[in-house]
T-cell receptor, first 112, second 106 residues
Framework: NAGVTQTPKFQVLKTGQSMTLQCAQDMNHEYMSWYRQDPGMGLRLIHYSVGAGITDQGEVPNGYNVSRSTTEDFPLRLLSAAPSQTSVYFC???????????FGAGTRLSVL | GQQVMQIPQYQHVQEGEDFTTYCNSSTTLSNIQWYKQRPGGHPVFLIQLVKSGEVKKQKRLTFQFGEAKKNSSLHITATQTTDVGTYFCADYKLSFGAGTTVTVRA
């Protein structure tokens, strides 16, 4: 049982480039979310989804897009990367009605 | 902004000593969770508290939910090097505190 899988683990981008961070879970969880983690800021919610076809914005959604075409996958898209998006990104999933979240290993992104 | 506030932000502990970290909210929480993140790792769920005044223990870790359900605490006794990491609380809206980063002096 792989749990929550994030790819890539590391990425360096130039300002203005686009990319997609992948997240997949094999636990049949309805709820999935994306966080970014910056020093001293804890984990801030970017976007979340309560099920396939349903997404909503979190605390810091600007500059990011998401979609949820299947229960398993929840990719995060950066359309035009900016240095302010340098961060560690975590994907998490949970059962509907449960607050207990299972996190992926994270993607460490640097935007130059 | 963050709905739950954690203090202290950093905790430097001598091995063998006890310490407590706190999580506070201005609103009543239906439940609260605690997570631990080891250096370079990802957050891992520790425990969830639901009832007013609830106390749960995991070996040397004691978690408590306040009577008014607006605060929570994590108390670690006889700190060990394995306790190094950042401890986060999260409310029922999945809003995380900024965390308490714990370092241990051997």
């Amino acid at each position: 049982n792989a749990g929550v899988t994030q790819t890539p683990k590391f990425q360096v981008l130039k300002t203005g480039q686009s990319m997609t961070l992948q997240c997949a879970q094999d636990m049949n969880h309805e709820y999935m979310s994306w966080y970014r983690q910056d020093p001293g800021m804890g984990l801030r919610l970017i976007h979340y989804s309560v099920g396939a076809g349903i997404t909503d914005q979190g605390e810091v959604p600007n500059g990011y897009n998401v979609s949820r075409s299947t229960t398993e996958d929840f990719p995060l898209r950066l359309l035009s990367a900016a240095p302010s998006q340098t961060s560690v990104y975590f994907c998490a999933s949970s059962y509907s009605g449960s607050n207990i979240q299972y996190f992926g290993a994270g993607t460490r992104l640097s935007v130059l | 902004g963050q709905q739950v506030m954690q203090i202290p932000q950093y905790q430097h502990v001598q091995e063998g000593e006890d310490f407590t970290t706190y999580c506070n909210s201005s609103t009543t929480l239906s439940n609260i969770q605690w997570y631990k993140q080891r250096p370079g790792g990802h957050p891992v769920f520790l425990i969830q508290l639901v009832k007013s005044g609830e106390v749960k223990k995991q070996k040397r870790l004691t978690f408590q939910f306040g009577e008014a359900k607006k605060n929570s605490s994590l108390h670690i006794t006889a700190t060990q090097t394995t306790d190094v990491g950042t401890y986060f609380c999260a409310d029922y809206k999945l809003s995380f505190g900024a965390g308490t980063t714990v370092t241990v002096r051997a």
